[in-house]
């Protein structure tokens, strides 16, 4: 059991320059967010770390992994996953070094790591998950990773929900048609750009773009449930092909 009331009473009350992380420096003011997203946190514990140590939320790991994906792979709770995009909303939709977006660890671990009991409330907050993907990344359920796996595909694999899978195979669906509509180009031209646009967009969150390099600028979604945000700036080589399952 976590002691989390613990926790928010330190966070709270303890000067931040006082507050000793850990002594084996693993962890430190720059990822504390992605470990405390490991753990099921409620959503306060997320708001104080992000306000005590800001650059968790806009700092990525060791392998490229930024909160949003750890608390996507440790089944963290629809509003705290919310929250995350909501911060950080680039993040949703960029690939880590293995090629795997948040929605990836959703549908590769998010059925098999969640602490809740009710196979049920587990389908509920999954479907939630996935619905808040697709407002604010939709683009990243037709992405393949390194292993030539989508989010879909993982699912499958992890015996996720029937309604799940659906809403997850809609949402390729929906990107793939908003897609074409716009830029009416074929499954072969995106699969040509997808990872050269996958790792630009990881370059660009990072800021390691040149600095006289064209800046693309984005607004936050919408991420009211079951509405999906389209963005028409949406450069056509950041769309991945349809997505074998779908």
Request: glycine share 2%; charged share 25%; net charge negative.
């Amino acid at each position: 059991m976590q002691r989390w009331s613990q926790v928010e009473n330190i966070l709270c009350s303890i000067p931040i320059e006082s507050i000793q992380i850990d002594n084996r420096m693993t962890i430190n003011e720059d990822n504390i967010l992605h470990f405390a997203c490991r753990f099921d946190p409620p959503i306060n514990i997320i708001r104080l770390l992000a306000t005590k140590y800001p650059n968790s939320l806009l700092t990525p790991d060791a392998t490229g992994r930024f909160a949003v994906h750890v608390a996507s792979k440790y089944s963290a709770s629809p509003v705290v996953i919310h929250f995350l995009i909501s911060e950080n909303f680039a993040a949703a939709s960029v690939p880590d070094v293995n090629g795997k977006t948040p929605i990836h660890y959703v549908g590769q671990y998010y059925a098999k790591n969640h602490s809740m009991a009710s196979i049920k409330d587990i389908n509920r907050n999954m479907l939630q998950v996935v619905r808040l993907f697709k407002a604010s990344a939709p683009e990243s359920f037709n992405l393949e990773d390194n292993e030539e796996c989508n989010a879909i595909e993982y699912a499958l694999e992890s015996n996720a929900d029937i309604m799940v899978v659906k809403a997850m195979q809609q949402a390729a669906r929906d990107d793939w048609r908003e897609m074409r509509k716009k830029h009416g180009v074929s499954h072969e031209e995106l699969a040509r750009g997808i990872e050269k646009a996958a790792f630009k967009s990881r370059k660009t969150l990072l800021g390691s773009i040149d600095e006289d390099a064209e800046k693309e600028t984005c607004e936050k979604p919408d991420l009211s449930v079951g509405r999906a945000v389209t963005d028409s700036s949406i450069p056509l080589a950041s769309r991945s092909y349809l997505a074998k399952t779908a």
